[in-house]
RNA sequence: GUGGGCGUAGCUCAGCUGGUAGAGCACUCGGUUGUGGUCCGAGAUGUCGCGGGUUCGAGCCCCGUCGCUCACCCCA
């Protein structure tokens, strides 16, 4: 009989790990919430048009890169590649944008593309993701890009970098397009280069072949397109961030990869990650909403790679904290004293402590053991003595000591200590 | 989609010019009649990724296939 294995390139995370990927996320959700974002619960699974459309039929993303199939009833069904078209047509569907702007949700799912897997990339991926809609306000680009932020940095983690760029209105990128093209015309590429520019001229910005990014060097830049409009938004945008001491560097060669981007663009890469390096992105989208048949709003957003981002904490040796530990580990001695440890445990646990107990009928040593694996912060042995006297030595499974407390006062014990 | 590296015990890996499988860690029990992490002892564990070929004989050679991994590409 065979053995079942995984598809192809997913991510799965399990005990231990499994904690600090819950960890990462919990901590990414939280910054969102704190900030006034909630929760949109959406499927993971739409019609395939609604990211041709919203997404771009250019982007690799969409021509090369989707779970495409049919469904029982002839429909054509895609597996969400990213997460803002589908919040953009449930918001719309919904009729959310009818109410007070902007309209603030996060999401956190699991997202997929056929790529060929590598280090950080996965046909099957977790983002956490929030988009903040309805209105076209600096500010809110600041808010968006701080929740990232702080969430980044009450991770514990330093060794990432901010880039931001202003892409400019849909005109803008119009007239620079042109431009740009006509400049790269000039070059003398090989195919499959040129073809690449056709699709999206921008991409030659990120090419890694020196020769490349030395015959990029003099290219027009999109900045120097923008409109006063826009140029003014920018410079909020900026000022925003430096007013809540956010490091960032204007990168005016940063290319985004999903057609919908307008204005404000940014990316948080991180240093000690390989080839796939970015580890959150996003910006604003102007014509997106109106693309997908709703009214003309504007709207901005990011996605965060859990996957990359648990990657990048571990890369850094960043530590789970207290909470994600058992605060209690009973070790029972006898039958008896396992049906009391048992009741005890539940009633711990019913106080909002965590409890673990040593099953299995295991010698005294095997009992231990199984407390000091379980990561515990504290053990007890329950046998006869204890049962009969109420008195029980709480011991600190860092320290080795011990101390004599009461069952009654157990819980308060192991309060204090968290 | 293209290219490089690699698949041997739960994990990390060794295995000479082909002779029929090993180490460390982890695991279980014991040394210590009621206290883990150190030390010592004992024990359990493999269709050597899968399929085919060459050979008297394949973990080792050849072909195919699946998977992992890294890079290109692309992006979270």
Not at 233 to 260: K, P, S, T, W
Not at 268 to 284: V, W
Request: net charge negative; with cysteine; charged share 25%.
């Amino acid at each position: 009989m065979a053995k079942f294995q995984a598809p192809k390139g997913v991510s799965e995370y399990f005990p231990d790990r499994s904690l600090y990927f819950e960890y990462v996320r919990n901590t990414l959700i939280d910054s969102a919430r704190t900030s006034g974002y909630k929760l949109i619960e959406l499927p993971v699974f739409e019609d395939t048009e609604l990211f041709t459309r919203g997404v771009g039929e250019s982007t690799d993303v969409v021509s090369k890169e989707m779970y495409t199939f049919e469904d029982r009833g002839g429909r054509s069904i895609t597996l969400r590649p990213e997460g803002t078209a589908g919040v953009m047509r449930s918001v719309i569907e919904h009729n959310l944008d009818r109410g007070q702007l902007p309209v603030k949700v996060w999401y956190s799912g699991a997202f997929f593309r056929a790529e060929r897997p590598q280090a950080g990339r996965y046909r099957q991926f977790y983002q956490v993701g929030i988009e903040a809609i309805g209105l076209n306000d600096p500010e809110i680009d600041v808010e968006v890009i701080a929740i990232a932020e702080r969430a980044f940095k009450t991770l514990g983690l330093k060794n990432y970098q901010l880039e931001i760029t202003s892409l400019g209105d849909v005109d803008t990128r119009q007239r620079y397009s042109k431009d740009l093209r006509a400049f790269i015309s000039t070059l003398d590429l090989d195919e499959a280069t040129v073809a690449r520019a056709e699709l999206n001229p921008l991409r030659l910005f990120d090419d890694k072949r020196e020769e490349i990014k030395s015959a990029m060097a003099s290219a027009p830049i999109l900045l120097d397109y923008l409109s006063p409009e826009s140029a003014a938004h920018f410079e909020r945008v900026q000022n925003g961030l430096r007013a809540l001491n956010i490091d960032f560097i204007v990168n005016n060669r940063m290319v985004r990869g999903l057609d919908y981007y307008t204005e404000t663009a940014f990316e948080f890469s991180h240093r000690d990650l390989g080839a796939q390096s970015g580890i959150g992105g996003g910006g604003r989208y102007d014509g997106l909403m109106e693309q997908l048949g709703g009214q003309s709003l504007s709207g901005i957003g990011f996605g965060i790679g859990v996957d990359r981002t648990v990657l990048a904490c571990e890369a850094e040796g960043v530590a789970l904290p207290n909470s994600y530990f058992l605060d209690l580990f009973i070790v029972p001695l006898s039958p008896e004293a396992k049906a009391s440890a048992l009741a005890l445990a539940e009633q711990l646990r019913g106080e909002g402590l965590s409890v673990d107990i040593a099953y299995g009928d295991r010698s005294l040593k095997g009992g231990m053991k199984a407390a000091d694996k379980s990561g515990a912060r504290f053990s007890v042995v329950l046998g006869d003595d204890e049962l009969a006297s109420s008195n029980l030595t709480l011991k600190d499974m860092r320290t080795g000591e011990g101390e004599a407390v009461t069952i009654a006062s157990l819980g308060a014990h192991l309060r204090s200590a968290r």
